[in-house]
């Protein structure tokens, strides 16, 4: 029962265009949903969050989007380098204390000189 | 400042013995966290300490793992009795307490059962 999803296993985009990672969910009592990058090797490394009362939260290059009512989220990332090359996983984390967080399979990013 | 440090980095063991994995969190921080990822998925939540509450051991898959963490600090996950289907890399993390949103990841230690 995979209640974070990342359907697509990977993303191949050209320097410079937008990359768009997509991320689904089925349990609408998650209160947070975080986007983690990892290089081969090392442990990943947080790179943007979202509350659920908020649509959209950007940082730089990286902004999230949060569609709750199709419990579906997404990381552009505009213009991509080929530095962003990585796995990018989605996390969700439910309500209270205890933050341990739920995640997707990753998807691997491609960036293209 | 130092982030959270793993050892071993990589571990290769027989079937039926036992293994330690180290994980030594950032000074402060109060949250520490096991996932491991197997290959081909997600990371997958294992246990969880915070302070000096009892520890959420909910995602322990069956009982031949356990981990402890001394002194509010470095923690240890033990598997004894490996199997091959323990091989993945295990994950630590930290954060400055519970109810808070970002945590910091360690290197990981692939651990392999052969």
Not at chain 1, 93 to 103: E, M
Request: hydrophobic fraction near 30%.
């Amino acid at each position: 029962d995979q209640q974070v999803k990342q359907n697509s296993p990977s993303l191949s985009v050209q320097e410079g265009r937008i990359s768009i990672l997509n991320c689904d969910y089925t349990n609408s009592m998650f209160d947070y949903f975080l986007w983690y990058k990892k290089y081969p090797a090392e442990g990943p490394t947080f790179l943007i969050s979202i509350s659920s009362i908020k649509d959209k939260n950007e940082d730089g290059r990286f902004t999230v989007f949060l569609n709750k009512s199709a419990k579906h989220l997404s990381l552009h990332i505009v213009p991509s380098q080929p530095g962003d090359s990585a796995v990018y996983f989605c996390a969700a984390r439910p309500p209270g204390a205890n933050s341990k967080l739920t995640f997707g399979k990753g998807i691997t990013l491609s960036v293209r000189p | 400042g130092a982030g959270v440090s793993q050892s071993p980095s990589n571990k290769v063991t027989e079937k039926g013995k036992d293994v330690e994995l180290r994980c030594d969190p950032i000074s402060g921080h109060t949250a520490l966290y096991w996932y491991r990822q197997s290959l081909g998925q997600g990371l997958e939540f294992l246990i969880y300490f915070q302070g000096n509450s009892a520890p959420d051991k909910s995602g322990l898959p069956s009982d031949r793992f356990s981990a402890e963490r001394t002194g509010g600090s470095v923690s240890t996950l033990t598997i004894q009795r490996t199997q091959q289907e323990d091989s993945a890399v295990y994950l630590c993390a930290s954060s400055l307490a519970s109810l808070v949103i970002e945590q910091y990841f360690g290197p990981g230690t692939r651990l392999t059962v052969t």
